[in-house]
């Protein structure tokens, strides 16, 4: 885990799962998101998963719950437009 600076990101701490790295980078750089709230990183004790990622739409944008091989974090992403911010996110993470 590692902690990331950006005028967009808020919440209660700047750590983040490293599945969730290039997740944060991009929306973070995209002009329809507003501000990204860090959820609470959570130790899973399920079998490993290399990563896997849920999107839902919330009243202010999009929710995301990222997992990696030991933890899930969810990420609240405020957006003005969220197919853009959906799609960036996808590709973003099947890259």
Known sequence: MSSLNSKKI???????????KSII??????????KIVL????????PPVY???KVAEVP???RVRVRGPKS???LFIYTSD?????ATIAEVFNS
């Open 39 to 46: 959820g609470v990183i959570k130790q899973v004790k399920s």
């Open 10 to 20: 808020s919440g209660a701490h700047t750590s983040r799962i490293e599945v969730a």
């Open 82 to 86: 969220r197919p853009v911010a959906t």
């Open 72 to 74: 899930v974090q969810e």
């Open 60 to 62: 202010a944008g999009i």
């Open 51 to 53: 990563k896997s990622i």
């Open 25 to 34: 980078e991009a929306a973070s750089k995209l002009g329809c998101v507003n």
